[in-house]
């Protein structure tokens, strides 16, 4: 058999050992898929809008199923671009997990496999390596914790050295810059920071000098996606992260104590959604977050072979590439833990987060050792002192077989099936389909409803939430004003705020004896919210207050409602000369052609303001009776615009700020990485 045959055979051999780690039978069978619990309360529903949108031929920039709305193509975790995404868009959105989480784990195991190939060593080495990571326990609890933004980026490591290790030529740079943007348009950006970070310094212990040419590429690719970059930094400059809020609950070292569970991953309990019996909750710690990110179990035989690689590289001084390569990546998974560990959150405590959770950094960890799985297998299959070679490879092959029961078998305590379809609760839906016209719901995130953001939704789950809407909504539900979450149901709002965010239907699991019970649901209740306010209104002049931006939230806090009587502005808004109440009531008709886009015709008696209860943005225009008019912000985070006595047309667009400038930056460096390719190096 040749070379090229047997490492196809070994490689095809390793894909079939990961799809079994992440395919049960069960997921065949048409109703089930893999379950993951942010992804049933997060990305599924996103990934069912954003493949509704695109069949309609639109690329959606804005999302009204959140928080009053929301930026959708500027959010990168919420629209990811990575280049694996597309393929979900051709399946059930039910899959999505299902079909993402085993791409990423398949395509984490061949990058493995195709660089360690690339540095020499043989087929069963470079498969065990790419198995070890694409099965460990660093990926697979995030396949139950439903991550898929950070399972879609998992492979960028291995892809990045892959690339990086190619001979000079302007086809390895291209491949270079092409794959760091690739990674780079990941919808999780800690780990493409991570594997870019590792990859460069790899560049330059490798090659010296001659990195430059390849750095630049790197650079330069990544440049070339700053039309989606660039949104997303001004996304983040206007979100809730701009506020003081109190320390987010999701910025966690590594536990001294957690580094045990790397030896025995099991010793401090687990969550209850893992199915291990019999149960031992997670304990010592004050919650199960941080279980999900310090679960950095890859077996014991990758740490038995760390530990013989380090004694013969003590014993053999003489130089060599691998030597050099094994010295580097060891080097480096030491530095990933030691700066992960609390002394370094307690350093930069008060400095600005940037990167949360330093105990992700288990990631390069987990590299480190799946290649030392390879490294040593290699060593071993190579050592003729152990006896004839067809024996070392049944050594070879015991104890990969030891180590799948072992890793194969934690790994899969993480993989779940759960019917793909959520519960229906008919007579339900009947009720808000008929009746809820254009206002809002407010559905628990954690219910498997199976309307569950199809409909226009005040809650959110979101890690990146407009600054103005996060704080309105907290005055006006009187939640406190520090509070840091990315998840929040609407059935947390009073009865008030969800009146004033024209909420009609509550479903939820609690008990609502303040809202009107109207049907049962399989976990709880829909109930309806008294006199919603209405989607559009014109709002008198009269009625405009004008506040700071302090003092809006204090009125907010004191009396959310918006019934039409009031309206709060920011000072620097034009006032409208007062006149007496007309008899005759304004008219106000909105329809909705797109996610994007708001059209509105008014009748109004008198002068006024329009207010719409949609979250205001700075990517919001509008032209009355086709004229441009400025946007203002109403009650702190809502749409108004001034409009005259008399009949008018007002038409809402969304675009999303920054796109035309982030895409003149991506042509830019597309051009300059066509000039560094052209240019010769020197000899």
């Known amino acids: 058999m040749t070379e090229r045959r047997r490492s ?37 529903h996103r990934i069912r809008f954003a493949r509704e949108s695109l069949a309609a031929g639109a690329l959606p920039a804005w999302y009204p199923r959140e928080l009053d709305g929301a930026p959708f193509r500027a959010n990168l975790q919420s629209f990811p671009l990575v280049p694996t995404r597309p393929l979900l868009y051709l399946f059930d959105p039910a899959l999505g997990l299902t079909v993402g989480a085993t791409l990423a784990a398949e395509l984490a195991a061949l990058f493995t496999f195709l660089y360690l190939r690339r540095l020499g060593l043989r087929p069963l080495p470079s498969a065990a390596a790419g198995w070890t990571f694409a099965c460990a326990g660093y990926f697979a609890a995030r396949v139950l914790a439903g991550h898929l933004p950070l399972l879609e980026a998992y492979p960028a490591l291995p892809l990045l050295l892959w690339l990086a290790e190619r001979p000079p030529s302007t086809g390895a740079l291209l491949g270079l810059a092409a794959g760091t943007a690739a990674v780079a348009l990941a919808g999780h950006p800690q780990l ?50 701009t506020l003081a809020l109190d320390p987010p609950t999701n910025d966690l070292p590594l536990p001294w104590g957690r580094l045990a569970a790397l030896i025995d991953p099991w010793r401090d309990g687990w969550p209850p959604l893992v199915e291990r019996r019999p149960l031992e909750p997670f304990h010592g710690y004050p919650t199960t977050a941080w279980f999900w990110d310090t679960v950095g179990y890859v077996g014991l035989l990758p740490l038995a072979a760390a530990a013989a690689l380090g004694l013969l590289a003590l014993l053999r001084r003489s130089p060599g590439e691998r030597r050099r390569v094994g010295a580097f990546f060891a080097a480096t998974g030491l530095l990933a833990i030691l700066t992960a560990l609390p002394w370094r959150a307690a350093l930069l405590a008060h400095g600005p987060t940037i990167l949360r959770s330093p105990a992700r950094q288990l990631y390069v960890v987990t590299f480190a050792l799946a290649l030392a799985v390879g490294a040593g297998l290699e060593v071993l299959l190579r050592a003729e002192r152990l006896g004839p070679s067809r024996q070392r490879l049944v050594l070879a092959l015991l104890l990969l077989a030891l180590h799948g029961l072992d890793l194969g078998g934690f790994a899969r305590a993480f993989v779940h099936l759960s019917p793909r379809e959520g519960e229906a609760a008919p007579a339900a839906l009947a009720i808000v389909e008929a009746e809820l016209h254009d206002g809002r719901v407010a559905i628990d995130v954690p219910q498997r409803l199976g309307w569950n953001r199809r409909f226009d939704d005040v809650g959110f789950f979101d890690s990146l939430p407009l600054r103005d809407s996060y704080a309105a909504i907290l005055a006006a539900g009187g939640l406190p004003p520090g509070l840091d979450t990315e998840a929040l149901d609407g059935s947390a709002l009073s009865a008030p705020a969800l009146a004033a965010n024209s909420v009609r239907f509550v479903a939820t699991a609690a008990e609502r004896p303040d809202l009107v019970a109207r049907a049962p649901l399989p976990w709880g209740r829909l109930y309806e919210v008294p006199s919603p306010s209405p989607r559009a209104e014109l709002v008198p002049a009269s009625a405009a207050r004008f506040l700071d931006e302090a003092a809006t939230l204090d009125e907010l806090r004191r009396a959310p409602r918006t019934d039409g009587a009031r309206i709060l502005l920011p000072p620097e808004a034009p006032a409208t000369p007062a006149a007496p109440v007309a008899a005759i009531a304004p008219q106000v008709r909105m329809e909705r052609p797109s996610s994007d886009a708001i059209d509105l015709a008014v009748e109004a008696p008198g002068a006024g303001w329009l207010r719409v209860v949609e979250s205001w943005d700075a990517g919001w225009e509008a032209r009355v009776d086709e004229r441009p008019t400025p946007v203002l912000r109403a009650d702190g985070h809502l749409i108004a615009v001034r409009l005259a006595a008399g009949a008018h047309r007002v038409a809402l667009r969304y675009r999303t700020p920054g796109a035309v400038a982030g895409a003149a930056m991506s042509l830019a460096s597309l051009a300059l990485l066509g000039l560094l390719i052209r240019r010769r190096p020197r000899a």
């Open 8 to 44: 196809l055979l070994v490689a095809g051999a390793m894909a079939v050992a990961v799809a079994g780690v992440y395919l049960p039978p069960g997921v065949f069978d048409g109703q089930h898929a893999l379950f993951g619990l942010d992804f049933a309360q997060l990305h599924e």
């Open 192 to 241: 493409p920071v991570y594997a870019v970070a590792v990859t460069a310094a790899y560049l330059v212990v490798r090659r010296g000098r001659a990195a430059a040419r390849p750095l630049g590429a790197m650079a330069l690719g990544a440049g070339s996606t700053l039309f989606a970059w660039w949104p997303m930094l001004r996304l983040a400059a206007r979100s809730a992260r």
